[in-house]
């Protein structure tokens, strides 16, 4: 059976200070007008990275006792991809939901943080140079975010990619709340991953 993710409301984020916590990232920055074979349009470079297991997923980990969620995300960030956000933009790092997994007694924070196009950029260079490259992480690349005139290329195939916990679900949650996709838009490519699990 599926694991699942129940999201909980912030303020009742209090009742699981005694569990364990993660926090991770989803950082983008907006690319209008950019398309890929000048037909496609790429709207945003989102960033998720390659784990040494197989599963894809965002920056982050597990928080320390006595750490504040946000603090540790951006200790983990430092260590998986070589980030240390500025003053300014972690004031702009903006909680898109919580999630509590029953089964395993973890509760998830998950945030997202928009930043330049140069920026990310400059992201993408240095997290080759991470601590945990190469070991815990394998790399950052950017999510497609288009869909293909084949109706199947693009976004739904990428949505069929082995994703650790409920970051798939995270994926989705943070495109909305950065407006970046639609729910429509999400919810179609949705329908193409589960027509073909049905075929298959």
């Known amino acids: 059976m599926p694991v699942t993710y129940v999201e909980v409301k912030r303020e009742d984020c209090q009742k699981y200070a005694n569990c364990e916590q993660a926090a991770h990232c989803m950082v983008y920055s907006r690319l ?5 074979l000048e037909t496609y349009e790429l709207k945003a470079a989102v960033l998720m990275q390659m784990r040494f297991d197989g599963h894809v997923g965002f920056p982050g980990g597990l928080i320390e006792d006595g750490e504040e969620p946000i603090h ?4 983990e960030m430092d260590e998986e991809i070589n980030f240390l956000p500025q003053k300014d933009e ?24 928009e930043v330049s196009q140069s920026r990310i950029r400059e992201i993408e260079r240095k997290a080759l ?11 950052t690349f950017r999510v497609p975010l288009y869909t293909m005139h084949d109706g199947v290329r693009g976004f739904p195939t990428f949505l069929k990619n082995s994703f650790i916990g409920n970051a798939c679900q995270e994926l989705k949650a943070g ?24 075929l298959s």
Request: net charge negative; no cysteine.
């Open 32 to 36: 209008p007008d950019m398309k890929f």
């Open 90 to 113: 972690v004031n702009e790092i903006s909680h898109v939901g919580s999630y509590w997994n029953s089964s395993e007694k973890i509760l998830l924070h998950f945030y997202a943080l």
């Open 129 to 139: 140079e991470a601590h945990d490259y190469g070991g815990e992480v394998m790399g």
């Open 72 to 75: 540790g995300l951006i200790r």
């Open 175 to 198: 495109l909305l709340h950065a407006a970046i996709l639609s729910k429509e838009e999400i919810g179609a490519a949705e329908a193409v991953v589960i027509s073909s699990s049905k």
